[in-house]
């Protein structure tokens, strides 16, 4: 490999681009390079000798997946050519038959009574003998069958590279249907997607979850305004008619719209304007936030000039979108109801867990187990850090999961176990024991049970 | 970049081979393996335009088959002693009929078309699908799952809105669906017809899987002339219709043929199930299994597959009590009776959030452990404490001490 690596590492240097290897962040971007790929296979294929600036290049499956999704497209060609070609067969031998009989037609309506050369029974017997001779001749049996072959072969491929059927995942869960269709329900009136709930609500003939409707069309109707119409009244009027709430939650949210409005009212109105606007509405937060109003009576100097200022930040249009979105949590919170939306967390962790379910899946149909009856699942999914809701101690010895019955320890060398683990090693609490990691003493008397 | 492919189809087969033949152990998946593997679950995604493809070919070919054959075959016997006026008006008749079959040609290959710049809009966006728009890329996929559980369901209109308000029309199935809607509308109004041409236009793919769904039609429609006490015709129906699958499905069809014994408000518990309005709606079921089949898609719902998985990947006993955060989908009333019947989740590593800050608990950000026992996370203590003059008060317990007093506690 030591040769071809040197000359590989010279065609690298020569002719690409450095951000072309390290911000490879599609599958696309993989494919398209193919000239890249050709040279990149072998090495990668061979990590001990990789070079060091593939070290960003990141797992193996992510190329494959390119190259399939790849293939997957070529094969679809192939099959689209071979459509053209048998169709054109066909079309073809229809235009000849079209043709012969106009043909044969044409002669017929010039012939002639006296004309005794040919009668027109010969002349139809001649047409019909013509056709037969296409017909017989046209073999379109042989494009249709290679069509057919292709069709199989692209099925095969999508059933290779994807996942075939997701259904054996499904244990009869028997889900309600009204259940779901409330949570579909709640997603749209998150998502602001009023009539299309409306619709669902309609045709599923559900009840209308009237309150939620409302909260969150109020909501929704805040954030529009601010976002498409810059627009902060509504917001404004609805955070001091919550203030005291606004208050307890430690939210200062209030102030952070009185601030975005003042620095609107600066950039495009007038310099008396804005400070009348703080002299009304930030005066009642002087107390509490001298240092922001004070940032804020300085900007006045800069009028006009605000993005060449050391106020620049200020004015920058961000700050609308990351209002909106604070507006939405801060809403959310006060009203009880999740900021994420949990139709989405679930089936985002359903994405994740489907992969490792699909494996469990096919091995438990060999072992003819009873899917169904879990209590567990007997395999762990790797879930991203969003989906940690809660803490989960694992047992280092005996791998359980810690419960009220089984709390975790804390023993005083600082390592952690589970309860019925420490009263194994002592031997139902009669003796000393060493923790299995370093070997101190410890007495289960010693043993603190932990709360995470 | 200058690029000459050299010897890539020389060089790929052997780097496949070596690829799979070395697996890579696997470190935590970054989210760009993770978004491979999710691509590897849209098989239906893009099986069913192709199959609906395949279908529009098929039938288009076979048009052409049979209106050709026909013209050819309509051509006037020879020696039948013709005038010219007769000749030429066949002969006219034949080429009017070619030329009708011309233009509903061009109709066919512009559906075609479409079909196949369908199938290639979907590869592109699955291709389309980088870390960066992820989130974007992700609330698409949910939209699409819920467009498949509107349409499965019968809510069509709500699936159409749905789609036309991300502008996905390409990337669901409406329009197969529709072909599914007249079956199934019609059979909840007993009738069979079009379902019966359903089978007609699908026969060879039938056959192929041993459905009995004709049979069942068949049966049901028997079932109904013995109802209105139509024996006589009910067993001329029988004649025609039922007895070709006696062969395989002989059992089944004698069980029903006794029903003619019975009358339709017999209290005989195994025929009694069988005049039921409620084989209608299994008819209706088992239709849109054998659809759901033929066009390659899923037996269940998208959206219940997907749900159910997340649901047990999330389940945990502490989902169900109620210090259980807001942001957990399993804090929701709806989802923790879906969840019901579920397997919990399994963890094999411990994974701790703190109480405090949500942040994992891990080498980075270590647990402390106060005097009574609660831990929370060292950065979370260290800046209570920064911020209280070196005190810190549990959340949960109100116990207050000094930062001082806190022990570190190794989590393996």
């Known amino acids: 490999m030591k040769g071809k690596r040197g000359q590989f590492g010279k065609y690298i240097r020569n002719n690409v681009r450095p951000q072309e290897t390290e911000n490879i962040s599609s599958c696309s971007d993989l494919f398209t390079n193919h000239t890249l790929l050709a040279f990149l296979l072998p090495l990668l294929t061979q990590p001990s000798t990789s070079p060091k600036y593939f070290q960003s290049w990141k797992p193996i499956s992510l190329l494959i997946a390119g190259m399939e999704l790849n293939a997957i497209q070529d094969k679809f060609e192939r099959v689209a050519k071979k459509q053209k070609v048998s169709s054109s067969k066909s079309h073809e031998w229809m235009e000849q038959v079209g043709r012969e009989i106009e043909q044969a037609l044409a002669s017929i309506i010039q012939w002639d009574d006296n004309d005794s050369s040919i009668s027109i029974d010969q002349k139809i017997t001649e047409l019909k003998a013509k056709l037969q001779t296409i017909d017989s001749q046209s073999n379109l049996d042989r494009p249709q069958r290679e069509l057919n072959i292709d069709f199989a072969k692209y099925q095969k491929l999508l059933e290779k590279i994807l996942h075939p059927d997701l259904s054996k995942t499904y244990r009869n869960a028997d889900f309600d249907p009204h259940i779901i269709n409330q949570i579909i329900t709640q997603h749209f009136y998150r998502e602001g997607l009023f009539d299309v709930a409306d619709c669902l609500v309609k045709e599923a003939t559900e009840t209308e979850a009237i309150s939620l409707r409302v909260q969150f069309q109020e909501i929704h109707q805040i954030i529009d305004a601010l976002k498409s119409k810059r627009n902060l009244g509504p917001a404004l009027d609805w955070a001091s008619a919550n203030r005291e709430k606004l208050k307890d939650s430690g939210s200062d949210i209030e102030l952070k719209l009185h601030k975005l409005q003042f620095v609107d009212i600066l950039q495009n109105r007038n310099r008396a304007e804005a400070l009348k606007y703080i002299k009304t509405h930030l005066a009642p937060f002087a107390s509490s936030h001298m240092k922001e109003i004070q940032k804020l009576m300085g900007s006045l100097l800069w009028f006009g000039k605000l993005d060449k200022s050391p106020y620049a930040d200020m004015a920058d249009p961000i700050h609308w979108e990351n209002l909106s979105e604070e507006l939405m949590k801060t809403y959310c919170n006060l009203s009880g109801q999740p900021f994420t939306d949990p139709l989405s967390v679930t089936v985002a962790a359903g994405v994740e867990g489907l992969p490792t379910l699909l494996k469990l899946a096919s091995v438990m149909t060999g072992k003819k187990q009873d899917f169904q009856a879990m209590k567990q699942l007997p395999v762990p999914i790797e879930l991203g850090k969003s989906f940690q809701f809660h803490s989960v101690f694992v047992c280092p010895v005996s791998r359980d999961q810690s419960s009220e019955e089984n709390p975790p320890m804390l023993l005083p060398c600082g390592h952690v176990l589970c309860k019925q683990s420490i009263n194994k090693l002592s031997k139902c609490n009669t003796r000393n024991f060493k923790c299995p990691y370093c070997p101190l003493d410890a007495s289960v008397a010693q043993c603190k049970q932990l709360h995470f | ?412």
């Not at chain 2, 013995?226 to 069809?253: C, D, F």
Request: include cysteine; glycine fraction near 2%; charged fraction near 25%.
């Open chain 2, 1 to 412: 970049m200058s690029s000459t492919p050299m010897e890539m189809d020389a060089q790929l087969p052997t780097a496949t081979a070596t690829a799979t033949a070395t697996p890579i152990a696997a470190p935590p998946p970054s989210n760009l393996a993770k978004l491979a593997e999710s691509l590897k679950l849209e098989h239906q995604f893009l099986r069913v335009p192709f199959e609906h493809y395949k279908k529009t070919i098929r039938y288009n070919h076979r048009t052409i088959e049979k209106e050709v054959s026909a013209v050819i075959s309509g051509v006037p016997a020879a020696a039948s002693d013709i005038s010219r006026e007769e000749a030429v008006r066949q002969l006219t008749s034949l080429v009017s009929r070619l030329q009708g079959l011309k233009r509903k040609l061009e109709e066919g290959s512009q559906t075609e078309q479409l079909q196949a710049q369908r199938c290639r809009t979907r590869l592109e966006h699955l291709e389309s699908a980088e870390v960066d728009n992820l989130p974007k890329w992700n609330s698409i996929r949910l939209k699409r799952i819920l467009v498949d559980y509107m349409l499965r369901m019968s809510y069509y209109d709500t699936a159409v809105k749905l789609a036309e308000s991300s502008n996905i029309q390409d990337l669901v199935d409406i329009d197969v669906f529709l072909e599914a809607k007249k079956v199934i509308e019609a059979l909840e109004q007993k009738e069979v017809a079009p379902a019966l041409a359903w089978c007609a236009d699908n026969k060879s793919r039938l056959k192929k899987t041993k459905s009995k769904f004709e049979f069942q039609l068949r049966l049901q429609e028997f079932i109904e002339l013995v109802r209105t006490e139509n024996s006589m015709q009910a067993i001329s129906y029988a004649r025609k219709y039922l007895a070709p699958w006696g062969a395989t499905h002989m059992k089944e069809l004698q069980r029903v043929m006794a029903t003619l014994a019975f009358r339709s408000n017999t209290e005989c518990s195994t025929y009694k199930v069988l005049f039921e309005e409620r084989q209608w709606d299994y008819l209706v079921d088992q239709f849109k299994q054998e659809f759901y089949k033929l066009y390659g898609m899923t037996l269940e719902p998208l959206l219940h597959i997907y749900l159910q998985a997340g649901l047990c990947a999330l389940k945990t006993p502490y989902c169900y009590k109620n210090a259980c955060t807001n942001e957990d989908p399993l804090s929701q009333e709806g989802f923790r009776k879906l969840a019901m019947p579920l397997p919990f989740s399994k963890q094999h590593h411990s994974k701790l959030v703190c109480y405090i800050s949500k942040e994992l608990m891990d080498c980075d950000n270590p647990p402390l452990v106060l005097p009574n026992g609660y831990v929370y996370s060292t950065r979370a203590l260290q800046e209570m404490a920064k911020q209280n003059n070196g005190k810190i008060s549990c959340p949960r317990t109100g116990l207050v001490c000094e930062y001082k007093d806190v022990v570190k506690a190794f989590i393996s």
